[in-house]
C-alpha cells in the first residue's frame, strides 16, 4: 500500500505543531516503525481496531462520570488509536521539569503554612492567598512528614505550536487519571502487538509498585497499614480508584469504614479495629472531616484533623494542597522556582490573564474568541468556559 494513501486527504493545521509530520510535510522519526505499520493496514482494518478498543474500555468498566450533562453518565475514556510518540530526548525534560516544578510548590506550601517567607518579600500579594477557598487555616503550622505535603501529582502539559511542552495547570489535591494511562497502554499493547518493543517504549506497568513503596515509606512502622479512602461508588473516578487499590494490594474504603479513637484511627474489620497508619485520600479537603470542615459531610472522617496533626496518622496528599493548584497562583510558579530554587524554569506556564486586573481584563474580552477562561479554584475541566 502506498503510505500516502491514508493520508491523501490529510491536511497540516497553519500554527499548529503536528505530532506525526515535520514543517516539510515529512514523517517525524520517532514514528517511522508506526509508518511501516500503517503501510500495511487498510482503513477499514484500523476503524475496527477503534470499534475494538471502544468495547474493550466498556467491557473492563474503564469508564468515568460527566455530572450535569443530559446525555447520560457514564462516559468511556476518550481514547486515540494513533500513539503520541515522546522521544526520549523531550521525555527528559519534561521528568526534570516537572521534578523542579513540584519541588518548589512543596516548598511554597510549606512556606505558605509556616513562616509565610514569600508574602514578606513581596512575590506573590497576601490578599491572593488569604481569599483562596483552598487556603486551610487549619494547616497552618501543622507539620508533615518529610515536609513532603504533595506525594502525588498530575500536571497537565499541553505541546505549544512551537513544539515545546508547557504546562496547563497543576493538580494537587486529589489528582485523577494514572489508571487510565495505565489501561491505555493495556489497550495499545493490543491493538498493535509488537510495535511498543521496536519503538523501546518505556514501561509503565511499575507503577502501582512505586506508589506503594512511596506510600510505605511515609510511615515510621516496617509494615504498615495502608488504606484508600474513596467517595464511593458514585464518584466521578470510582473506577480508578478500585483499580488502584487492586494493584497496590490495599484496603479500598469508605469514610464510614473507618473511625478515630484515642487519637488514632482505625478500619473496621470483622475481627475488631485495625489500627490505619496511612491515607491515600480521594476525597477533597471540604469532605474530609465534619467537623473542621463541611458539617454535613458522611464522606470523611470525624476527628482524622486531630489525629493528622498529631502525627499519629499520614494523609496523601496533605490537606491545604489545594492552595497550590489554584489557577491565580499558578501564574506565581515561575516566581516560586526562581524564590526557591534560585533556578530559571525548565517549563514553562501558558500565557495566562488574571481578570482581577483591569488591563489584563480588558485584554481578554477585546480577545475573548481566542481564549479559555477558568474559576481559578476550578478542577477536574468544571467551572470552565471555551470561546467561541
Known sequence: MDKNHLFSSYDKLPKTWDEMYNDNAEFRAQYEEFIKYLEKTSPEKLTKKEDLSKQLFM????????YNDNEGIEKIFPFDIVPRIITAKEWDKIESGI???????????????????????????????????????????????????????GVDLIRNNDGEFYVLEDNLRTPSGVSYMLENREISKRLFPGLLPKNNVRSVSSYPNMLHKKLKELSNISDPNIVLLTPGIYNSAYYEHTTLARLMGIELVEGSDLVVKNHFVYMKTTNGLRQVDV?????????????????????????????????????????GTGIADDKAIYTYVPDMIKYYLDEEPLLKNIETYQLGRPDELDYVIKNIKDMVIKKTDGSGGYGMLMVP
Open 59 to 66: 467491557s473492563q468498566g474503564v469508564t468515568f462520570t460527566v
Open 279 to 319: 491515607i491515600y485520600r480521594r476525597v477533597d479537603d471540604d469532605f474530609l472531616d465534619p467537623l473542621e470542615f463541611n458539617a454535613e459531610s458522611v464522606l470523611g472522617v470525624a476527628g482524622i484533623m486531630a489525629v493528622f496533626r498529631k502525627g499519629n496518622v499520614n494523609i496523601v496528599n496533605a490537606p
Open 99 to 153: 521534578k523542579q516544578r513540584l519541588k518548589a510548590l512543596n516548598l511554597f506550601i510549606k512556606d505558605i503554612y509556616n513562616e509565610q517567607f514569600i508574602l514578606k518579600d513581596g512575590i506573590i500579594p497576601a490578599e491572593l492567598i488569604y481569599s483562596c477557598p483552598n487556603f486551610l487555616h487549619e494547616m497552618k503550622g501543622v507539620k508533615v512528614p518529610h515536609d513532603v505535603y504533595v506525594q502525588i501529582s
